[in-house]
């Protein structure tokens, strides 16, 4: 007599995570490589694309090596108190137990039920993640940053800054301990994602004053393609995080469509009412912004909760973006396609709105017995100001952290390699990295007619002018 599986693993929520990792890892390959190559300017769209798929390959060997050990293994005690739990011990997993054995999470272990699936399926689903969060992060220095620096930059970042973050909210780290909680990654993956791509296009310095006057999408068709599939791959970023194919997964995969779709409406008004146009740019931005602050708030809201935080999510980054990025000193680093604001921005009001609108029938596990649900009972439910209060420490730490860290990283870099290509390649694009042509015959040609470059970029410490609003794709709406 034979067993297909051992007693521990249920078939369909193994079936499940498996899936909602592939729709995640679609976002990435080749969602987000089809949205950067059309959104930005044609001469720069491979080499955008090339920076995905080396970042998804990279931090697949960090994740295997360490990275999910840093995340999701047995703590660090460096100390009393917090010092014990700031990150896992880094090692390899790569025996047969992390193969086939049952998942577990050491400090997670009592306090959620048993998984159900191998721990491969979790190392798998959490790599999607961790490998989609530094590709998101290269939407702010794309059209300049050194592709060399870049292969050096991803994981190193992702071993020392990702990993670190995600061991503090979701390895049972500190801040899940203190009470902070993060759905499925709006401050672990954006709320880093867009800070630490902030502080790097600060680093690095600006593109050419050609490119950051005039920047248009070469194909938007193309983009929406990509857009799609981050849209429909949401449904297994915030669907998968349950662990299990529950009640609250289900609603977590509603909730995140409903409060997408509400954040592109909220956008696309905001540019008609504002900018007297509905633009392609500008729903695509609003989309985004929804997926993104629904993100650490899936599962913990209903559905008129879901819809705030969708209008919310459209129209808070919209202003920061077209109104108070362009006055103030936000505007003077060349953040390419606006990730502060649609990543940043946008995870910080989904995981603040979390304390405010979480809803405590909304059961995340049910207890059994005397112990008692899982959920979350925000401000708006009676709940007091006691979570919105865990999600603000929770955010200024992810904020703080990722700033720093990333800071010293590319400055150490620096060091030793350019951060920034050369004028001259920068002035002809894709052929002068890669010697290749995403259209064969067009892009190798000689480059005429270029704008000049002034004011000239002097170095590190000096920041160029950011992109009109009228050209820069993520800066119009």
């Known amino acids: ?15 499940w995570q498996i899936m909602a990792a592939t729709l995640v890892g679609l976002q990435s390959i080749p969602g987000l490589a089809i949205l950067y190559g059309g959104l930005v300017k044609k001469k720069w769209a491979l080499n955008s694309a090339m920076m995905v798929f080396y970042a998804f390959s990279a931090v697949l060997i960090t994740w295997m090596l360490a990275g999910f050990s840093i995340g999701f293994g047995e703590p660090v005690h460096l100390g009393p108190g917090i010092l014990s ?31 159900v699936f191998p721990q491969s399926a979790l190392i798998y689903f959490q790599f999607v993640f961790a490998a989609i969060t530094p590709i998101l992060l290269a939407g702010a220095v794309l059209g300049r940053m050194n592709f060399k620096a870049w292969m050096i930059f991803v994981p190193l970042w992702s071993a020392l800054v990702y990993s670190v973050g995600a061991f503090m909210l979701w390895g049972g780290g500190w801040l899940a301990q203190l009470g902070a909680v993060d759905y499925s990654g709006g401050y672990v993956i954006h709320v880093a994602a867009g800070i630490s791509g ?19 999408p070469n194909n938007l068709i193309m983009a929406m393609a990509g857009a799609g599939l981050l849209w429909l791959g949401w449904n297994g970023f915030n669907g998968g995080d ?15 469509n409903l409060a997408t779709a509400a954040s592109l409406l909220t956008w696309l008004f905001m ?23 629904i993100t650490p708030a899936a599962g913990f809201l209903n559905g008129w909760g879901a819809l705030i935080l969708g209008i919310a999510a459209g129209m808070i980054p919209w202003i920061t973006m077209n109104k108070i990025g362009p006055k103030t000193w936000l505007g003077k680093v060349d953040d390419t396609l606006g990730i502060l604001h ?13 304390g405010i ?16 649900d899982i959920s979350v009972n925000g401000l708006l439910y009676g709940g007091g100001f006691g979570q ?90």
Not at 342 to 354: I, M, S
């Open 357 to 372: 609108l979480g809803d405590p029938r909304m059961v995340l596990y049910f207890g059994v017995g005397k112990t008692a």
């Open 1 to 15: 007599m034979y067993a297909a599986h051992p007693a521990y693993l249920s078939p369909g929520d193994t079936a």
């Open 198 to 216: 902030f502080v790097a296009a600060a680093v690095i310095g600006p593109r050419l004053y050609a490119d950051r006057v005039d920047f248009p």
């Open 85 to 115: 739990n700031l990150f896992g011990m880094p090692h390899p997993v790569m025996d047969a137990l992390d193969s086939i054995g049952q998942a577990h999470v050491p400090l997670l272990q009592g306090n959620m039920p048993d998984f």
């Open 388 to 477: 919105l209060w865990h999600q603000f420490v929770a955010l200024a730490v992810i904020v703080l952290f990722n700033a720093v860290m990333t800071f010293l990283i590319l400055k150490i870099m620096a060091l030793f390699m350019p951060l920034r290509m050369k004028d001259a390649d920068l002035e002809i694009g894709d052929y002068a990295i890669h010697k290749e042509d995403p259209i064969p015959g067009v892009m190798g040609a000689p480059v005429e007619n270029i704008a000049p470059n002034k004011p000239s970029w002097d170095g590190p410490d000096t920041i160029g002018p950011a992109a009109t609003p009228h050209h820069s794709p993520a800066g119009t709406d």
């Open 342 to 354: 649609t990543h940043a921005v946008a995870g910080a009001v989904g995981g603040l709105l979390v």
């Open 271 to 293: 540019d008609m009412a504002f900018l007297d146009r509905a633009s392609m740019v500008g729903a695509i931005n609003g989309m985004i912004c929804g997926l993104v602050a």
């Open 242 to 256: 349950p662990y299990f194919a529950n009640q609250d997964m289900a609603a977590a995969v509603l909730n995140t």
